[in-house]
């Protein structure tokens, strides 16, 4: 049985663990924000390239639904002498590489999406695990200032990625490799040094095919903060699928943009996004220790979040759109700051953590089907053109934030 963490993990811990979150993003998003859709749209052409991408994130998002809980569940129940969550960020670094390797030397869309989906199957291996450390080494009185931190990790990636996919242009092998061998390097250290938890083949907690299908039902009779929580992160992570899967194809139709611009001017918007997420990230997460209070906190990021997008739905020319992400990376960062500390607080079964962060991040990667997947469909309707699609985001931030208010277990 896990005992719940006592004592306080100093910054030598902290750096470590973030330096190793942050690639972790870094190797999911950089492929996300640019790479993925210029690699579609060279093989398909700008006119069947937003239906192809639907495909290839979508599906690829699916597998990272099923991918996440499952290996945290396994991750739960290893009782390796190298640890319980060790192995599996070893393993699925080389997994994720790999396929990001077979997407970046692909020939048709079809090869994309085979190498996708390894890719995303494998990186969720390692994201499971590797976001398990948070309960496992952390302690509550800790946690909202270290998810803090962590949500600092996602916009530096952000901009990493674009500027190691900005200085690669026209190497599409290197424009996705790139970051995959950066990034490896700091998660294989934190594996290295981490003093992962044992357990032993007697404590390993029971498991079933039967057990975990059901993980795929968040009951809100028996765990009704739980599911308010996936709702909220649910409807605020499918705004964001919305900003980031359409991104490059926003500033080719909308904003008029040449290809060739596309890699810097999403470097800049995501730099500018970054610069506002860092701030609000910091000092969010204190904040949120201070008061002890994380509804709030969660419920204003989501709805600043949302105008940031209805900024960019409206947005007439390039500084337009760095005013919309201006706006919205303070949303995005808040969030960040103060989500996870939010979960970490109301999980169901503190024996599970993993398995139950991993169902909890379906929350987070659902959206990536979903929104691909409707997208086309609000893109089609009178031609309505991504401002709309924008706005659809929009809206569905701050309907997010009102999923937190049900939610009794946290202030």
């Known amino acids: 049985m896990l005992r719940p963490v006592v004592r306080r993990v100093g910054w030598g811990f902290i750096s470590l663990y973030a330096l190793a979150y942050m690639s972790t993003c870094l190797v999911l998003i950089a492929p996300l924000l640019v790479t993925l859709a210029l690699k579609v749209n060279s093989l398909v052409g700008i006119e069947r390239a937003p239906n192809s991408l639907a495909l290839v994130a979508g599906v690829g998002s699916l597998v990272a639904m099923v991918g996440n809980p499952f290996f945290g569940k396994v991750s739960d129940r290893t009782s390796s002498s190298l640890g319980m969550r060790r192995p599996w960020m070893v393993i699925g670094l080389i997994g994720g590489s790999l396929g990001v390797l077979v997407v970046a030397l692909a020939p048709t869309i079809a090869v994309v999406l085979i190498g ?236 599970n953590t993993a398995k139950d962060l991993g169902v909890f991040n379906i929350a987070g990667a659902l959206p990536f089907s979903v929104g691909p997947a409707i997208a086309p469909l609000i893109l089609a309707i009178n031609g309505a053109g991504y401002g709309i699609l924008y706005a659809v985001a929009g809206i569905c931030a701050i309907v997010g934030a009102f999923a937190i208010l049900p939610v009794r277990r946290v202030r």
């Open 116 to 351: 996708w989906c390894i890719a995303q199957l494998f990186f969720n291996a390692l994201l499971a695990a590797q976001v398990a450390v948070l309960p496992d080494q952390v302690p509550t009185i800790q946690r909202g200032m270290v998810s803090g931190v962590l949500g600092i990790c996602v916009p530096i990636a952000s901009v990493s990625g674009t500027f190691l996919v900005r200085l690669f242009t026209g190497n599409q092998v290197a424009m996705f490799l790139v970051p995959c061998a950066i990034g490896g390097f700091f998660i294989l250290l934190f594996a290295i040094v981490l003093k992962d938890r044992l357990l032993s083949r007697a404590d390993r907690p029971a498991w079933s095919l039967r057990e975990f299908v059901g993980t795929f039902y968040v009951n809100p009779r028996t765990s009704p903060d739980f599911a308010w929580a996936f709702a909220g992160r649910f409807l605020f992570v499918l705004a964001y699928a919305f900003l980031v899967t359409y991104q490059a194809y926003y500033l080719l139709e909308k904003l008029g943009s040449a290809e060739e611009d596309v890699p810097g001017q999403i470097f800049l918007g995501t730099l500018t996004q970054s610069t506002f997420i860092v701030a609000a990230s910091l000092i969010g997460g204190r904040l949120s220790d201070r008061s002890g209070r994380r509804k709030i906190f969660v419920m204003v990021a989501s709805i600043v979040f949302g105008l940031g997008l209805f900024a960019v739905a409206v947005a007439g020319d390039f500084n337009g759109f760095l005013v919309g992400m201006a706006i919205s990376g303070l949303g995005f960062g808040l969030y960040m700051a103060v989500d996870l500390a939010l979960v970490a607080d109301v999980l169901p079964d503190q024996d």
